[in-house]
């Protein structure tokens, strides 16, 4: 049969033609759903692990006795593996590609994971968090290339954005398993063990879906390529040959550049990386990684003095930043990157400066996190009672009745109301909601811009031929700020007091919007290659 009658047939038909494109569109429209679905399970991942630290670190302190450099050490521990895959995370990510670095992702999370469950000392419980950090940053990284990679123009904010909006659920799901396991015989192995199977239907469903058409083409698999990109675009012929071009001529032309240029002025790239970093820092010195890893002390400091309660607005927080990443994910295509970062800055440093100005009338202080508050009560629960059976070989270590923890709380809220220590500062219960609202609008403003913004920037203003290996680094420098940040949190406080370090923050905020309307270009409705060209001539 004559190759151009078919074109011919449909030509004559236009109504058919029309139909056949359609059905094409749809079928490529769920391919490319699947695949960016499968990357963003890392984002669920790492958000579950994020989530949960808070959490779990209250049972694995009373089991395991751990001091407070004991407790810093855990839950560090995932940080100090995410930067440690970062740094060597590029090559993975150039050479092999992305979806083979999300399948090797997937695994080191559930290998680490298994040993999470196994773990019955403080060594195997660093070991296991550290594998489990290596593997969610290094498919976070790949996660958010491999979508930007395979979606069209006009889709491309909403998918990589999807990312943004599975790590936000995985957030809010870390808070509430970590919470309802709480109170169960060994609840933390579940905590921890649930996040195994999102890794293994990432895993599964992977494996059937082709590398993406940038990553073919730079491994001179220009057939592959056009094969992937057919089924992908819905094999409309003329759409395939014309951005199978703008991908060849993009990467011939920044396929000479190596990883030391990432720190020349050839085609910018200095001053791109250098964007890319500064982004990520201010994404993490506006404070968000604290209120994450500290929610329950910094709830407690503004009049919630329940453990329990405490736990809950957290989960609260999650719920707050699912909600906010919407609009994000449905809008960022039509509204622009650029915009939402400004809006969320605005937003974040006015809920800053009313929460430091709320904090700071109320006079509140944070208490110790590496004591328990039951210990500051000297009430006994069933981890004291274990005193003198804390043998990590021991099974009869996993018999620790935790309700009777939670259940001393109401003891400990009256003695605490007794000593004025409950409801401080007269006692005022507008100034504890006032807070509360405030932290809300900022975890949301953070939510709605810079959470989920930043991956799209990062996405897009890198060259393909070092794309790899510049995120990396610039991911690099977001887990160190993120370990930086966290671990100075409760100094910064000790030093400056609560209400300062939040108009720090605020501070900050204002650098970002500065930094933002200055400095990060405006990627909307246009491709990688129209965003690497203009970008290599300024």
């Known amino acids: ?152 123009t006009e889709r491309r904010g909403l998918l990589v954005t999807l990312y943004e909006l599975m790590l936000v659920v995985g957030v809010m799901l870390g808070f509430g398993c970590s919470y309802a396991f709480a109170t169960l015989p060994n609840g933390w192995a579940y905590t921890f063990g649930l996040v195994i199977p999102p890794a293994l239907l990432q895993i599964s469903v992977l494996v059937f879906l082709p590398p993406s058409p940038r990553f073919l083409v730079t491994q001179g698999k220009v057939e592959q390529a056009r094969t992937v990109l057919a089924r992908m675009r819905g094999g409309v012929q003329e759409h395939v040959e014309k951005e199978l071009l703008d991908i060849r001529t993009g990467i011939k032309e920044e396929s000479e550049h190596s990883f030391w240029e990432l720190f020349s002025t050839k085609a910018n790239l200095r001053s791109r990386l250098l964007t890319g970093v500064v982004l990520v820092f201010l994404q993490q010195a506006t404070g968000q990684p604290n209120i994450l890893s ?20 957290s989960t609260g927080f999650g719920v707050v930043k699912v909600v906010g990443t919407i609009p994000a994910v449905l809008l960022v295509d039509s509204v622009g990157t650029k915009s939402f970062l400004c809006g969320g800055a605005v937003a974040m440093g006015v809920s800053l400066v009313a929460l430091g100005a709320l904090t700071h009338q109320s006079h509140t202080n944070l208490t110790s996190l590496c004591t328990s508050h039951t210990a500051l009560n000297h009430t006994r629960t069933a981890w004291d009672l274990n005193e003198t059976s804390v043998d990590l070989a021991n099974s009869d270590l996993f018999l620790t009745d935790l309700p009777d923890q939670w259940s001393s709380e109401e003891s400990q809220r009256t003695t605490r109301a007794d000593d004025g220590v409950g409801e401080s500062g007269g006692g005022s219960s507008l100034l504890k909601w006032a807070s509360l609202i405030s932290l809300l609008v900022y975890v949301a403003a953070f939510s709605i811009s810079l959470g989920p913004m930043v991956y799209v920037v990062l996405s897009e203003i890198f060259p393909m031929g070092v794309r790899g290996r510049a995120v990396s680094v610039v991911s690099a420098v977001n887990w160190a700020t993120n370990l930086l940040i966290s671990m100075t949190f409760l100094t910064m406080t000790e030093k400056l007091g609560v209400a300062n370090v939040m108009f720090l923050y605020a501070a900050m905020s204002l650098v970002l919007l500065v930094f933002v309307i200055f400095c990060v270009p405006e990627t909307k409705g246009r491709t990688l290659e129209e965003i690497s060209k203009e970008l290599a001539e300024k």
């Open 1 to 152: 049969m004559d190759p151009n009658s078919e074109t011919k047939i449909l030509t004559s038909n236009p109504s058919e033609t029309q139909n056949l494109e359609q059905q094409r569109s749809t079928g490529s429209s769920w391919l490319v759903l699947v695949a960016a679905g499968a990357a963003s399970l890392s984002g669920l991942m790492l958000g579950y692990e994020m989530g949960l630290t808070s959490g779990v670190l209250l049972q694995l302190r009373g089991l395991l006795r751990l001091s407070c450099r004991e407790q810093e050490l855990l839950v560090s521990s995932p940080l100090l593996g995410a930067l440690v895959i970062c740094l060597a995370g590029g090559p993975i990510l150039d050479r092999y590609g992305r979806r083979c670095s999300l399948l090797l992702s997937a695994a080191l999370v559930v290998g680490g994971s298994i040993v999470l469950i196994a773990a019955s000392s403080l060594v195997a419980f660093t070991l296991g968090r550290v594998i489990v950090g290596m593997g969610t940053a290094l498919s976070g990284t790949g996660a958010c290339l491999y979508i930007a990679e395979i979606s069209p």
């Open 294 to 313: 500290y929610a329950s002390p910094l709830l407690r400091s503004v009049g919630f003095d329940s453990d329990a309660a405490a736990t809950l607005a």
